[in-house]
């Protein structure tokens, strides 16, 4: 078992490298995962720094005390992988986040799409942001990563597509019985640079959207011969992608 993830601000350790885990993830180490003297844990702000330490005590309930030997820069992995999310229904957006975070994927932009059901309006809108963010966040403290993925402000038709247009790669899962997409699985993909992920709603992506991506320089494809849910069709390529590139070599 890999050591427990924790959230911090900065690493600056006092004398003998003693370190202070307090606030709610201090409480979460002591009272909630009631981590003992000796075992290991890691700190991390989330953008790539982080430290490996052992547990030297605790004081109350809510700080650990810990000795941190140095503190380690991830480099950025490469190719960087970014999805953009339709707005599902429901919950299952925080699902979508959820699990592309377990997978790998460096960033998500949740998309406005002319057919989601699913509207980001004013506060509720500030809210639903916030939930993906806190999910993203969540989700990466539990799969033991300490670059996070960016999870942008909503976006629009044309941002999505200005996106598209910086990538080394654009793809659009996109699929119907008037035009043949081509498998994800075949497509050519770079070494390093962008790779941009179009994940439409439940009802598809409209086609002037699609038009729109397209004089982008994005193409249309397919991960197989089944339909998955807005919901899961992210993750599922992602991994491909992942595989595909070496990042999971």
């Not at 992995?77 to 997978?103: N, Y």
Request: hydrophobic share 40%.
């Amino acid at each position: 078992m890999t050591a427990p993830v924790f959230v911090v601000e900065n690493f600056d350790a006092g004398g003998g490298g003693h370190y202070v885990l307090d606030g709610p993830e201090g409480r979460h180490a002591v009272s909630v995962k009631r981590l003992q003297p000796g075992e290991d844990v890691i700190l991390t702000d989330g953008t790539g720094r982080w430290a490996d330490c052992v547990v030297l005590g605790t004081e109350g309930k809510d700080r650990l005390v810990v000795r941190m030997d140095g503190v380690s820069e991830e480099p950025v992995a490469q190719p960087r992988i970014t999805v953009v999310q339709a707005l599902p229904k429901g919950d299952r957006g925080e699902l979508a986040v959820e699990t592309m975070t377990e997978v790998g994927v460096d960033a998500v932009v949740p998309w406005q799409a002319a057919r989601c059901i699913t509207q980001w309006k004013g506060d509720r809108g500030l809210k639903a942001l916030g939930k993906w963010r806190a999910t993203a966040r969540e989700a990466g403290k539990q799969s033991r990563r300490v670059r996070f993925p960016e999870v942008a402000d909503l976006a629009t038709t044309k941002q999505v597509a200005a996106l598209l247009a910086d990538a080394d790669f654009a793809a659009v899962l996109h699929s119907d019985f008037e035009r043949g997409s081509r498998p994800l699985a075949t497509a050519e993909l770079p070494d390093e640079g962008e790779i941009v992920l179009v994940v439409g709603p439940e009802g598809g992506v409209a086609k002037d959207e699609l038009a729109l991506f397209e004089e982008a320089g994005a193409e249309a494809y397919v991960l197989g011969p089944t339909v998955l849910r807005t919901s899961t069709a992210g993750t599922a390529a992602a991994a491909l992608l992942l595989g595909r590139t070496g990042r999971w070599s």
